[in-house]
């Protein structure tokens, strides 16, 4: 195992998961520091004929709940993890990291056990039965809870657009 090869290509895919389970900016550092720590240890145990991401992002979202059970905080908010597109021009630019900062505060609204499905379906696009395995959940749960988060997260942003009159 080459573990500083493996840091190094996955150290910002962990920072950016545990931005979007709700970890906030001054305990990612730590946090991932902690996820590769736990790979480093669990790595035996690791099927190599599996994906590696979904099950690095297990870890990390272990980790991020027990950090929550230890703050004592039932949900954080999301914050900025990423720096807005330079590509586009400065209004694109502008609407872009509006939207994104949308779906971060509607996100923040998804409870973290249905958040971990979506994030590793529709933003990672794992396979719903590889989810399952990673997260150590049913088949039928992991379908269950993709549902419920996606609901959620269109709930989180109507709303939204009604207090804000449309906004983007």
Same mark, same amino acid.
């Given at each position: 195992?080459?573990?500083?090869?493996? *840091?190094?290509?996955?150290?910002?895919?962990? *920072?950016?998961?545990?931005?979007?389970?709700?970890? #906030?900016? !001054?305990?990612?550092?730590?946090?991932?520091?902690?996820?590769?720590?736990?790979? !480093?240890?669990? *790595?035996?145990?690791?099927?190599?004929?599996? #994906? *590696? &991401? #979904?099950?690095?992002? =297990?870890?990390?979202? &272990?980790?991020?709940?027990? !950090?929550? %059970?230890?703050?004592? %905080?039932? &949900?954080?908010?999301?914050?900025?993890?990423?720096?807005?597109?330079?590509?586009?021009? #400065?209004?694109?630019?502008?609407?872009?990291?509006?939207?994104?900062?949308?779906?971060?505060?509607?996100?923040?609204?998804?409870?973290?056990?249905?958040?971990?499905?979506?994030?590793?379906?529709?933003?990672?696009?794992?396979?719903?039965?590889?989810?399952?395995?990673?997260?150590?959940?049913?088949?039928? @749960?992991?379908?269950? &809870?993709?549902?419920?988060?996606?609901?959620?997260?269109?709930?989180?942003? @109507? =709303?939204?657009?009604? @207090?804000?009159?449309?906004?983007?």
């Amino acid at each position: 195992m080459d573990f500083r090869r493996i *840091f190094d290509e996955h150290a910002s895919y962990v *920072f950016h998961s545990l931005a979007r389970l709700g970890v #906030p900016n !001054h305990h990612r550092d730590d946090l991932v520091q902690e996820v590769f720590m736990t790979v !480093h240890a669990l *790595f035996e145990d690791y099927d190599q004929s599996r #994906p *590696f &991401r #979904p099950w690095v992002f =297990a870890i990390a979202y &272990r980790v991020c709940l027990r !950090h929550r %059970r230890k703050s004592g %905080r039932n &949900r954080e908010l999301l914050v900025e993890s990423e720096a807005p597109s330079t590509e586009a021009g #400065p209004h694109e630019a502008l609407e872009g990291a509006e939207a994104r900062a949308r779906v971060r505060e509607a996100l923040a609204n998804v409870e973290v056990h249905r958040r971990a499905v979506l994030i590793l379906k529709d933003i990672d696009g794992q396979s719903i039965p590889e989810i399952a395995h990673a997260l150590g959940i049913p088949l039928n @749960t992991a379908y269950s &809870r993709l549902r419920l988060a996606r609901a959620d997260l269109a709930a989180a942003l @109507t =709303a939204k657009d009604v @207090t804000t009159g449309g906004a983007a």
